[in-house]
């Protein structure tokens, strides 16, 4: 086969470029369909999402990159994008073919993109999508008349329906045989001339002359501390020579790529674009009653409680049928294995392990299919236009409303629901306020002591105590994520308040296949991340509590031998050495021991005290263990060793404390993993640790001191 046969039959590279909601990612989806993987960039937490197209007899490889509405890097998903366009990322080999995705609706904006990747002279081709929107808004564009403007393929699409698309294949398959593009208009003289030593110097850096030019052009404009400036200080003199001649020139150096650009865009515009006055759309009927200053925030929190409703209660049955599944696969297990420490292992090991990670998957895929569906549709933007000012008030985008209610369901998917936060700090503080939100798993824990120790009377005659009580905890918390929140935003994660630049997307039905996709990945993502090392974790939690083997004294109740074993283990041991740390909270050894065994799953704590007091099977509304624990007796004193203040100093500990291990296991890696991630972790993990402790201590010490305990 000559070497022209194999150029034209070898893999192809391709990368997938656009601004955000240009409907990008749904053009990936009905391109590569199934046939994709999800891994992170090493290093950061930005997803590398690939997926494989076949062209006639050739496979390419189609890299969907982060959304950005510039080549000008300024968060790591633009430097990402920036880096594998112009071929110097050190992760991903450079693209053969580069697809530019442009909204047809807002054709200026996103042809500023396109006019800096045509600099790039690599090949490529555009992809005019949502060209029916377009039309619907009185919009008439002529690919021709676009082709010839840009000097690349411009082929009309409709990803959603799958229009276009059989286009699109034939253009990206003939691209790498075109002339390469370059740039689509000229530098007027004095600004050519002011550039040329900038462009001349980052040439002798390796730099092709068309990247050249371009760089020279973004640089004049960049802010000091520029990546590129800083790696190479010696551009820096001649950077600012090129803006003393621009400015003795009349022209404004921050500003002189933006106008150069749009000039050439109007001038573009005007040749391809003719537009008509359609008359008032369903759209526009619809927007009065979304972002109405009344109505707006009333559908919001109807849609929010329906969102937290599928969460919390429809999740529930099939969290059952997992639970019953991975339960049955224990008995079996345990019914092909003799008694010892490999069935244990197995049973209560690694079975129950699989059980924590697999219980959470029913919440993970409600809640990415509820934002997705919100995403796509256009109205997530419109939701954080509406909650932008509200919490701004404690340093919070709107974004950061959902990934907090969700957490009422569970932080590990709404530790996942932060993605949408773009910038770092804000995400990073809402990561970290999220455990205080009272999720799913502490209900057990109130459950059991407020049924245990608050008499179920009446308040006003129509609301229980009991009723009172576990709304306190919710709003202890909820209170506790706000006010944190504003002070990390004060300090620790204090940045200059960024302005709400926000595209409203137009209103579009959601594409079921690419919700799919987008749910199974995400759930794959959780799988692969959290699972391994929640997996590990439930087991050496295992081990802690199995070994040493104790000798049980014969005729010891099966109850008290379970209690005795516990107690003689690593881990009960360790809940008689922190005991005279818990004291001052009113905690004993057994309630050390099961907060210990509750990192694993808080709910574990109710099952943990179950085995301590011989109770089989035990559940937050199982009778007996209520009255063991209202029975027990402290053995140095003979008075009650749980008391209803005992009982509010422990559901005030489990507000504020993270004990779970999957939590911290995702905002590990959610923070951007490695050691970076797991400082974020430990932190968090500390910070609430030590204010759980505080606020147990101040109930129980101040309750004392008021003679209720």
Known sequence: MSGGARAATAPLRVALVGNPNTGKSTLFNALTGLRQKVANYPGVTVERIEGRLRLGDRVATVVDLPGTYSLTAQSPDEAIALETLEGTSPHAPPPDVIVAVVDAVHLERNLFLCSQLLELGRPMVVALNQVDLAAAAGLRIDPVELTLALGVPVVATVATRGEGLDLLRHAIARAPELPRPQRPWSLPDDVAAALQPLQRALENLGYARGVAAFEALRLIGAPDDDPRLTAHPELCPLRTEAQRQLRAAGRNPASVEAELRYAWIDDVVRRAVRREHPGRRWTD????VVLHRVAGPILFLLLMGLLFQAIFAWAEPVMNVVESVVNSLGWAIASLLPLGELRSLWT???VAGVGAV??????IAILFLFLGLLEDSGYMARAAFLLDRLMRGVGLPG??????????????????????IEDRRDRLATILVIPFMSCSARLPIYTLLIGTFVPAVSVAGWISLQGLTLLGMYLLGTGTALGVAALFKRTLLRGRPRPLILELPPYRWPNPRTLVVQVGHRVALFLRRAGTVILALSVVLWALATYPRARVPAGTPPGQASEFQLEQSVLGRAGRAIEPLVRPIGFDWKIGVSILSSLAAREVFVSTMGTIYGVGDATETSPALRDKLRAARDPATGRPAYTPLVAFALMVFYVYALMCVSTIAVVARETGGGR????WAAFQFAFMLALAYVAALLVYQGGRALGWG
């Open 285 to 288: 009927r619809i927007e009065a």
């Open 348 to 350: 209560d090991g690694i």
């Open 358 to 363: 697999l219980v959470f998957v029913p919440q």
């Open 399 to 420: 974004r950061a409303f959902v990934p907090l209610l969700s957490g009422y369901a569970c932080a590990v998917p709404a530790v996942l629901a932060t993605r949408t």
């Open 676 to 679: 970076i991630g797991w400082r």
